[in-house]
């Protein structure tokens, strides 16, 4: 069991305690604004994702007394829906430990009992545990305690208005806590996130298991929770007082090309036996990874090739990014070697680029898991000079371009001819230079 305590910097919204959370990391890893022009300062090393959107259901003057996701309003003025099931049967509920343990406002005939609507409690208190203790019982999230049995595949949460992006053609994911309860005796919430590219409904990554950990069996953080109201104290791992299962989850990106995003999180079990869970810090990211380009030797004769290599690196959280491009227009006088000799370590990739063309033409994809890959290709030049190539000789989608490397091209060195010794040429010059020698030899004796 672990603890994924990583939180990316808060854009649109941050309350005081995830402020000094974030500065916190801040200090030990850095903080950087999305610069799509800017690639990875060290090839091949992960960097992390940018944040794009943050809501931690944080924006309510307590108590909620019974409020729903639908009634939530963030504090960008965001608002959000889920479909019908999923706003009834001790779901949708705003819940905290610090609300009334009685759920006198509709919570406790919403759950068909205090003691459900107490163990929503709980979890709220979990999820707020995991990510900051002193905060704990204030911090709000939303339930999905499943007193009915909603259906498969329903929509849990949505966005209701697109989010700006800062830039088209790049690679976004979700991310969100959640906790849950009787994993051990009961099914687990199955969740599928979604992006929204315009009227594009795309699947993000793969289904989220919500009692497993973000890092497959067995990787959550267990929290043993308080007694609240009715609910018992939850301790260990097993059996009806279990304490919460809790984890961050980042789903994989996916290819937006327009200029703003939705998200949506369908059920996927929908099943009332079980599924009982909260969720909570819900996230976009830009995910996009790094292009780089190098060559080697970057000094070369002319005619003579240098290897050109691309690096597609991976942002930390190491999720899948298919279907990534792009093409590289070499600098004039640069171009393709015979043989091109191309080659990728990229799955699914692949190279086109024609002896003595001016273009490079890459498609690929990183798995999950994938740090980076790499593609290479010969280029030559039969004109002396160097040449830059940089980002704007670069056309992507879904990858933040590269700095710009420099490779040489010399002309040949002059060519030196050795005169023999006994050749009409050379004894001239020895002549004239032993004249030329004795006549300063008279002069200085005079």
């Known amino acids: 069991m672990r603890r994924n305590g990583m939180v990316s910097p808060e854009v649109l919204r941050l309350t005081p305690s995830r402020l000094v959370h974030w500065l916190s990391l801040c200090v030990v890893g850095g903080c950087s604004l999305l610069a799509a022009s800017a690639a990875n300062a060290v090839p091949q090393v992960p960097q992390a994702p940018t944040l794009i959107f943050f809501e931690d259901f944080q924006n309510i003057v307590p108590p909620a007394n019974g409020m729903l996701l639908t009634g939530y309003t963030g504090g960008g003025g965001e608002t959000y829906s889920a479909d019908a099931a999923w706003l009834a049967g001790c779901n949708g509920l705003m819940s905290s430990g610090n609300e009334a343990a009685a759920g006198s406002f509709g919570q406790t005939a919403a759950c068909s009992?205090?003691?459900?609507?107490?163990?929503?409690?709980?979890?709220?208190?979990?999820?707020?545990?995991?990510?900051?203790?002193?905060?704990?019982?204030?911090?709000?999230?939303?339930?999905?305690?499943?007193?009915?049995?909603?259906?498969?595949?329903?929509?849990?949460?949505?966005?209701?208005?697109?989010?700006?992006?800062?830039?088209?053609?790049?690679?976004?994911?979700?991310?969100?806590?959640?906790?849950?309860?009787?994993?051990?005796?009961?099914?687990?919430?199955?969740?599928?996130?979604?992006?929204?590219?315009?009227?594009?409904?795309?699947?993000a990554g793969a289904v989220i298991n919500g009692c497993t950990g973000a890092n497959g069996p067995n990787s959550y953080t267990l929290i043993d929770t308080p007694a609240i109201g009715t609910a018992p104290a939850g301790v260990g791992d097993i059996g009806e007082t279990a304490g919460?299962?809790?984890?961050?989850?980042?789903?994989?990106?996916?290819?937006?090309?327009?200029?703003?995003?939705?998200?949506?999180?369908?059920?996927?079990?929908?099943?009332?036996?079980?599924?009982?869970?909260?969720?909570?810090?819900?996230?976009?990211?830009?995910?996009?990874?790094?292009?780089?380009?190098?060559?080697?030797?970057?000094?070369?004769?002319?005619?003579?090739?240098?290897?050109?290599?691309?690096?597609?690196?991976?942002?930390?959280?190491?999720?899948?990014?298919?279907?990534?491009?792009?093409?590289?227009?070499?600098?004039?006088?640069?171009?393709?070697?015979?043989?091109?000799?191309?080659?990728?370590?990229?799955?699914?990739?692949?190279?086109?680029?024609?002896?003595?063309?001016?273009?490079?033409?890459?498609?690929?994809?990183?798995?999950?898991?994938?740090?980076?890959?790499?593609?290479?290709?010969?280029?030559?030049?039969?004109?002396?000079?160097?040449?830059?190539?940089?980002?704007?000789?670069?056309?992507?989608?879904?990858?933040?371009p590269p700095q710009p490397s420099t490779v040489r091209f010399g002309a040949p060195a002059p060519v030196v001819t050795a005169v023999p010794v006994g050749t009409p040429l050379m004894l001239l010059l020895l002549s004239t230079f032993l004249a030329g020698f004795a006549g300063l030899r008279l002069r200085g004796r005079k």
Not at 132 to 161: D, K, R
Not at 292 to 298: A, E, G, L, M, V
Not at 351 to 359: I, L, Y
Not at 379 to 392: E, H, K, R
Request: net charge negative; proline share 5%; hydrophobic share 35%.
């Open 113 to 203: 009992g205090q003691t459900e609507w107490n163990q929503t409690q709980q979890i709220a208190w979990a999820l707020g545990q995991f990510k900051n203790p002193t905060t704990a019982w204030g911090n709000y999230a939303v339930s999905a305690y499943t007193s009915n049995s909603p259906a498969a595949n329903l929509i849990e949460f949505q966005s209701n208005n697109p989010i700006a992006l800062p830039h088209p053609g790049r690679f976004i994911a979700a991310r969100i806590d959640v906790g849950a309860l009787n994993c051990a005796r009961a099914s687990a919430p199955y969740l599928q996130f979604q992006l929204l590219d315009g009227a594009t409904v795309l699947n």
């Open 244 to 400: 919460a299962r809790v984890d961050t989850y980042t789903s994989g990106g996916v290819i937006i090309t327009g200029s703003s995003a939705g998200i949506r999180m369908r059920n996927i079990n929908g099943g009332g036996g079980g599924n009982d869970h909260a969720f909570d810090n819900v996230e976009l990211l830009d995910v996009s990874p790094a292009l780089d380009k190098s060559f080697s030797p970057t000094s070369v004769m002319v005619n003579a090739t240098s290897t050109l290599t691309f690096t597609v690196t991976n942002t930390s959280e190491l999720g899948s990014k298919p279907g990534w491009s792009f093409t590289d227009t070499l600098p004039a006088g640069l171009v393709v070697a015979t043989p091109p000799a191309t080659s990728t370590t990229c799955d699914s990739g692949s190279v086109t680029a024609v002896a003595g063309g001016s273009t490079v033409a890459v498609t690929g994809n990183l798995n999950t898991g994938s740090t980076y890959c790499t593609m290479t290709v010969n280029v030559t030049s039969a004109s002396a000079g160097s040449y830059v190539n940089g980002p704007d000789n670069i056309v992507s989608q879904g990858l933040t």
